[in-house]
């Protein structure tokens, strides 16, 4: 009986840190995101504005592996943005997944140098919206920011405990892509970077 009492008691203390562990993950992921913003000489907010910032308890749920199809055949495009004025981006492919029981897919882009169209680094982009709009979130969508460098074996991780909002959401006067319309999420992500409360008065 004792060794079973430790066993479980052990057991709980392991999942207890693991939970922890990833929790303190997303704790230091937003620290490091709100100093690189406010480091940004083209920064939407000053120190005194962390206050308004707010983000959604860590929750892994949010958090899951996708499958990778690659488009190696796509053309650059233009992306609206919220000034009237269009970014120049390429499809790098689709990543399909599952959150909740409910399998998504979303769109992923790479910025593309303007005279050449080729991609100009490895990065990837996601802007998306979803159910929490005008609510929870900024209206105009967020964004999550990946590699190529991510991917394993074709999948790569998808953690909406690390989407952000775009510069917009702080104050007029940039031009942020707004999420085409295939990037709309028929579901409510609970996670990451909230609404800016400045703007909405308290």
Request: charged share 20%.
């Amino acid at each position: 009986m004792l060794k079973r009492i430790l066993f479980i008691s052990s057991l709980a203390i392991t999942v207890s840190a693991c939970a922890q562990t990833y929790g303190d993950s997303i704790a230091a992921w937003q620290k490091q995101y709100t100093k690189d913003l406010l480091a940004d000489t083209r920064s939407p907010i000053k120190p005194g504005d962390v206050k308004y910032m707010h983000f959604y308890p860590a929750d892994r749920a949010f958090c899951a592996w996708g499958d990778v199809t690659v488009n190696p055949g796509s053309q650059p495009f233009l992306i609206n943005t919220h000034s009237g004025k269009q970014k120049p981006f390429k499809e790098y492919g689709t990543i399909t997944f599952k959150i909740k029981d409910t399998t998504q897919t979303l769109h992923i882009y790479q910025m593309v140098d303007m005279m050449s169209g080729k991609p100009s680094s490895d990065e990837l982009f996601i802007p998306f919206n979803d159910r929490t709009n005008y609510e929870g979130t900024y209206a105009g969508g967020r964004y999550i920011d990946l590699s190529i460098k991510d991917i394993v074996n074709g999948q790569l991780l998808i953690d909406f405990n690390k989407c952000y909002n775009p510069y917009c959401a702080f104050s007029d006067g940039y031009s942020c892509p707004i999420p085409p319309d295939e990037n709309h999420l028929h579901m409510s992500i609970t996670a990451g970077e909230k609404m800016f409360s400045k703007n909405l008065g308290y």
